[in-house]
């Protein structure tokens, strides 16, 4: 004879109701009529604390003991679906109820009864399969889950295109709308999109308040949130057919935005001074796209006739636009023979000669063939600084098998072809430039800290400084661990170089350089450790000279020496570097 289990006794009790003690009215509104759950107090009273002090017996909460149907515990803030899940969770450990439709649901009733087992499971549920996104960080914030909000921020960066345009969007409050907006980490698909969002949440509120949707209305109930938009990241035309037409910005907010786009260095903003953001927001990634149209006439220019995507797009906050190029090979014996050059093109590096980044890109002709492959060219792990702004091939297809239609590239009905780069970019930084990134000399210095731990790691263990450019090229030092030869191990010495960090894929970069190795004095009355080197070539094969065995870390940390900072555990380097000559051929 079957003999069914305890959890599903328990649960049978749950589903059927039979000698239920007390009952649940869960949920506000229409919801209660159909959500009397039955419960058992002393199932409840021995599973959590809670619900021990609820159904406690003493004169305090009589009421409570004698509930019943007629009687119920009023639950208002709880979803009647929630609270089922919740009960099963109780009685059986049965979470087959637990989905990302509900979840926040669950953990809110978790939380107000504190059930920490539910609440974990949760947070268990992916991101992407909760059904509100925007509520679950309203949530996590509620209950101060610092790493849950942080993940469900995260999510909301990289969707941000998409969840912009959800209704769950529209629901939002205002504090929770100024705090998505001011985003720096917000990936979405131009600026534009961000004030076409902000449009339609202010409209669901003004119809929420019965009030009128005009300019005035629509400028009050965003309120700081209007200063969270950043106007002068956006087009041109942009600015023109779509703000300016909209009323919503005053006269002098927007003259301030035009000041931005047409006055070199924004210099007559004293009279009206920009109120919006203008820095780009902080992506990782991006896709620019470009139509190439009236293709036929530019493939009759001349060589070097180039033209530029119409839209920019900011990624990592730099801006960035496509770039093609009409041109020649030199090594092709039909001189007549025209190639098209794509290439990625930074704008962001000539304003600020600090700003550089390593990036990534992938270019596409984009096929017009239903099923067909694009044309793809892959750019890896290259610089882009003040000096290198634009990365490409000069030579990606010729003109001829662009235009031939057995191919797929080109619209020959709308005379168009369709470019997309998908870019990365990994490290944007400011790096600490001398004075004039182009000037022959310059010193770079670095401090090892922790010297101590430093020279008990292994082999081969090492320190870079921070990048300085000098002569356009971006130079580092190197310290690193060495025994003081391939037998003797036990003995280790620091060894110190000049790198030149130029991309790997450059092959045709190269300059001499002479420098001056400093380990740097702390004594006033004892002189730098110094070797000097005297015109050295750096190349894509050899692109770091120095001393594998400089110093040994014995007479390194010999506070007699002087070198060592004992009290900081310290030792400064230094490196006067001289670029006599220098050349980059980019033929990529």
Not at 410 to 422: C, F, H, M, P, S
Request: hydrophobic content about 40%.
């Amino acid at each position: 004879m079957y003999e069914p289990s305890l959890v599903e006794r328990m649960k049978h009790l749950l589903n059927t109701g039979e000698h239920a003690d007390v009952y649940f009215l869960v949920g506000d509104g229409d919801e209660k009529e159909a959500s009397l759950l039955p419960a058992h107090k002393l199932i409840l009273r021995s599973a959590f604390e809670v619900f021990e002090a609820m159904f406690r017996f003493d004169a305090k909460n009589e009421k409570a003991e004698f509930a019943s149907a007629n009687c119920p515990v009023e639950v208002p803030d709880v979803e009647a679906a929630a609270f089922k899940v919740m009960l099963s969770f109780i009685y059986a450990c049965d979470l087959s109820g637990l989905n990302g439709d509900n979840a926040m649901a669950v953990l809110y009733a978790a939380k107000k009864y504190n059930i920490p087992g539910l609440a974990d499971q949760c947070l268990q549920i992916p991101i992407s399969k909760l059904r509100n996104v925007f509520l679950a960080y309203a949530q996590a914030r509620l209950f101060d889950l610092e790493n849950f909000a942080n993940c469900c921020l995260s999510y909301i960066d990289k969707n941000a295109d998409t969840l912009l345009k959800s209704e769950e969007f529209l629901q939002i409050d205002k504090n929770l709308l100024c705090e998505i907006l001011e985003r720096d980490e917000l990936q979405i698909n131009g600026e534009i999109s961000i004030w076409e969002a902000a449009l339609r949440w202010v409209d669901v509120k003004c119809r929420q308040n019965a009030i009128e949707s005009s300019a005035e209305n629509l400028r009050a109930v965003l309120g700081p949130a209007l200063y969270k938009i950043r106007f002068p990241l956006f087009a041109k035309d942009e600015i023109s057919m779509k703000i300016v037409t909209s009323e919503v910005l005053t006269a002098e907010e927007k003259i301030g935005i035009y000041q931005f786009h047409c006055i070199p260095n924004n210099c007559a903003q004293l009279f009206y001074p920009l109120q919006f953001p203008s820095h780009g927001r902080i992506w990782t990634f991006g896709t620019i796209s470009m139509d190439i149209e009236k293709v036929s006439e530019f493939a009759r220019e001349p060589k070097e006739s180039y033209r530029y995507s119409d839209d920019t797009v900011y990624i990592k906050g730099l801006p960035w636009k496509i770039m093609v190029q009409i041109n020649q090979r030199t090594e092709c014996t039909d001189n007549n023979e025209k190639w098209l050059g794509i290439f990625l093109w930074c704008d962001g590096t000539r304003e600020d000669v600090n700003r550089s980044c390593k990036c990534s890109a992938t270019v596409k002709i984009i096929s017009q063939k239903n099923g067909e492959e694009n044309s793809i060219g892959i750019i890896c792990d290259r610089i882009i600084n003040n000096k290198k702004n634009c990365l490409g091939f000069n030579n990606f297809i010729t003109i001829v098998d662009l235009m031939d239609e057995s191919n797929g590239f080109y619209n020959r009905e709308e005379d168009k072809v369709t470019l997309a780069i998908d870019v990365t970019v990994k490290d944007e930084k400011t790096e600490k430039f001398i004075s004039d990134p182009n000037k022959s000399n310059g010193t770079i210095s670095m401090e090892i800290e922790k010297v101590s731990e430093f020279a008990r790691k292994a082999i081969k263990s090492e320190h870079k400084s921070e990048s300085v450019h000098i002569k356009g090229f971006s130079w580092q030092i190197l310290a690193q661990i060495s025994p003081k030869n391939e037998n003797i191990y036990n003995e280790k010495w620091l060894g110190i170089y000049l790198l030149c960090a130029e991309p790997k894929e450059d092959e045709n970069w190269n300059c001499k350089c002479s420098f001056n190795i400093r380990i740097v004095s702390q004594k006033s009355s004892v002189p730098n450790y110094q070797i000097e080197l005297n015109d050295n070539v750096f190349d894509n094969k050899t692109n770091s000279w120095g001393y594998a065995n400089f110093i040994s870390f014995a007479k390194l940390m010999d506070p007699e020496k002087g070198f060592y900072d004992q009290s900081e555990d310290k030792v400064t380097l230094a490196i006067d570097v001289s670029v006599k000559e220098a050349k980059t051929d980019d033929k990529s």
